[in-house]
């Protein structure tokens, strides 16, 4: 039997080779570098899609309060996946389960691109959701790879690839889908899942050692998982703000590309434009500033300032038209990814922080799928808001970031994790 040692910095090590269990020794740099080629490419093909899904759920006869709940059947299917993925995530590791829902990603798409009535579309939307649920799993990769200190900094790295692949994706979906319709934006976005598939199977290595893996998989009902968590003094905050943050975020999603379509007349490339400059504005943000913020405030100074601003964007954007739509609206949607490329990765940081690294696939999953019924909530709520007044998801959702502020408040600083209890039972703890 091994006799265990606390190593400096809180990090479990044998005293026969003193390996770093928690922060696995492998090219670091190389593996975040692939995740966030990955994630660009998986949110180049998601960027392709999101601007014009809400006006070809129209052309296909859906009306407003509908385009919502096919908006949120995909939120639905993260809901119940995300967990799953990252509990799978915890037990096989990271690589396999971000391989295997790729390959589901691409094929909603082939789907997609089929979809000539609204079942079909439903359906692709259905599996798209299930394969883009494993962002635990990716959120428990960068866990793995990075030390605490440096996890804020890293999540905004992995955020700015999904910044990128909004500057990209919009415009050019916009364009395929007005020169060449629906069929071949569809099998180009499944082109980039193939590519994307390729890119991990190659080059992503697996970084959950065999130490900190799982022995089973646990069958558990999600409600009461999510109920432990939201117990817990910190992380019950943190998902909590997340959730009320999307409601809030969703809403003006899924109205956007309707109220610049029917109140400033824009067609889908234009639409396209407006979403690759929220892209671009974000990749800036998480790429360039949450560094240098997390480091000078730390994450929960980051994660109000977000919100303070997000409150402010959101309340300001259904009141810029047509005549005005240059430069006020880009104003306003530059105030709104500012505030976005604060608060996620704040979020995504904190979770890792409080998180048992033994469960942190499973409780990122959970995080994401707590999330994910908030984008449930949001597009369907929004959708019929819409439907009764233009204004009023743009009210709604500020009160509900404005509570998520407050909350943000009472957050403590998250304390390094106590790893022995991720020993087993009967092992001996030596702490020098």
Known sequence: MKARTLCPGFFVCTERDK?????????????????FLTTFLDLLGFGLIIPILPLFTKELGATDAQIGLIAAVYALMNFGFSPLWGRLSDRYGRRPIILVSVLITALAYVVFAQAHNLWILLASRIL??????????????????????????????????????????????????????????GYTTAGLSMVNFALAYFFLPESLKKELRTKVVKVEN?????????KKPQIGKIF???????????????????????????????????????????????????????KRFGERQMLA?????????????????????????????????????FINPAL???????ASPKELGYVTGLFQSFGSL???IGPSVGGAMYGWSHHLPYEVGPVLVIVALF?????????????????????HLVVN
């Open 19 to 35: 390996t770093n269990i928690a922060f696995p020794k492998m090219n670091n740099k190389k593996a975040i570098g692939v995740v």
């Open 128 to 185: 798209s959701g299930i394969g883009s649920a494993n962002i635990g799993a990716a959120q428990a990769y960068v866990g793995d790879v990075t030390e605490p200190k440096e996890r804020a900094k890293t999540m905004g790295l992995i955020g700015a690839a999904f910044g990128l692949g909004f500057i990209a994706g919009p415009p050019i979906g916009g364009y395929i889908k007005e020169l060449y319709g629906i069929g071949v934006l």
């Open 222 to 230: 999600i409600f009461n998982s999510l109920w432990e968590q939201l």
């Open 240 to 294: 909590v703000i997340n959730i009320l943050m999307i409601i809030a975020f969703s809403m003006m999603q899924v109205s956007a590309a309707l109220i610049w379509k029917e109140e400033s007349g824009l067609d889908g490339i234009g639409i396209g434009k407006l979403f690759m400059f929220i892209g671009l504005c974000s990749a800036i943000v998480q790429g360039v500033l949450v560094g240098p913020i997390s």
């Open 305 to 341: 300032i977000g919100l303070t601003i997000l409150v402010v964007g959101l309340a300001a954007m259904p009141y810029v038209q047509a005549d005005r739509l240059v430069p006020y609206q880009y104003i306003d949607i530059a105030l709104i990814a500012l505030a976005i490329g």
């Open 348 to 354: 995504m940081s904190l979770v890792t922080l409080y």
């Open 374 to 376: 908030g984008r449930a």
């Open 407 to 427: 909350l943000s408040r009472t957050l403590t600083k998250a304390k390094p994790p106590d790893l022995s209890d991720e020993l087993e039972p009967d092992e």
